[in-house]
């Protein structure tokens, strides 16, 4: 058990040779046990790294180990030394992914919990991108500042002036979502989708977590499974199915 997480851990951190990483992912092919254990630290890290604060979290736990290396597998001490501290490093390492793999399936999975899980969203920018009209400039600070019932306001009222903008139609759904707006939210998205677009793909995984936000579980897993290989949003459509 420890090494299989240790090997997962160097090929997810990219410490593996060339030929070590083939082989590896040969026995991902071969082994679906494999493949599932990948998955389930590669998730426990993503999690992890919406939980915490990334940065620094990441940064010291790299030194931790880094400090850990230079301990366990650098100079000094007789081979029988180093030899017995191997599989006490290797078991550390373990049990720290075994402890977050805990961590994430304990828990809670009810739909508010998924939908503050995988709630990240993008930051507005109108300045650059609708030729820096005021309002929308403020609008997109205020969304940034998450003040999202008075970016709302000054996108309402640009929409009525301008219906096929869709970059303010899809923040403006945003806001509507994070405000308990879920009926319009889903229209926003829903007129969004009604022709491919540029924000077809932002707009389908909103509309799912809109219909997860509301407990309408059928209808999430619907608009996930329209989330096509290669898009936006597909690996995470495919870890939120699981979990529904």
């Known amino acids: 058990m420890e090494e299989l997480y240790a090997r997962i851990e160097d090929y997810l951190d990219g410490a593996l040779t060339a030929a070590e990483r083939v082989a590896f992912e ?6 679906p046990a494999l493949a599932e254990a990948l998955q389930q630290v590669r998730e426990t890290r993503e999690r ?3 939980q915490w604060t990334q940065e620094s979290k990441e940064a010291g736990l790299r030194k931790t180990l880094k400090e850990l290396g230079k301990q366990h597998f650098s100079g000094g001490g007789s081979a029988n030394e180093v030899a017995r501290r191997i599989p006490l490093v290797r078991w550390w390492m373990a049990a720290a992914v075994l402890t977050a793999i805990a961590i ?4 809670p999975a009810g739909e508010n919990a998924l939908y503050d899980r995988y709630r990240q969203f ?19 600070q ?5 003040n999202y019932a008075a970016a709302l306001t000054i996108l309402t009222a640009h929409l009525e002036q301008q219906p096929a ?18 009926t319009a939210a889903e229209s926003a ?18 509309l799912a977590l809109t219909f997860l936000k509301g407990k309408k579980t059928p209808e999430c897993k619907e608009t996930l499974n329209r989330i096509q290989p290669g898009e936006a949003y597909y690996e995470e459509a495919q870890q939120l ?3 529904l």
């Open 165 to 182: 903008d869709l970059e303010a139609r899809f923040f403006a759904g945003l806001c509507q979502l994070e405000t308990g707006r879920l």
């Open 241 to 243: 199915l699981k979990k």
């Open 142 to 146: 205020l969304f940034n500042d998450e």
């Open 104 to 107: 994430w399936i304990f828990w």
């Open 122 to 140: 993008p930051e507005a920018a109108f300045t650059e991108k609708s030729g820096g009209a005021p309002t929308l400039s403020e609008a997109g």
């Open 48 to 50: 992890l790294a919406m």
């Open 189 to 206: 998205f829903r007129q969004i989708l009604s022709n491919e677009n540029a924000w077809s793909q932002e707009a389908r995984w909103y």
């Open 26 to 31: 040969a026995e991902l092919q071969a082994d």
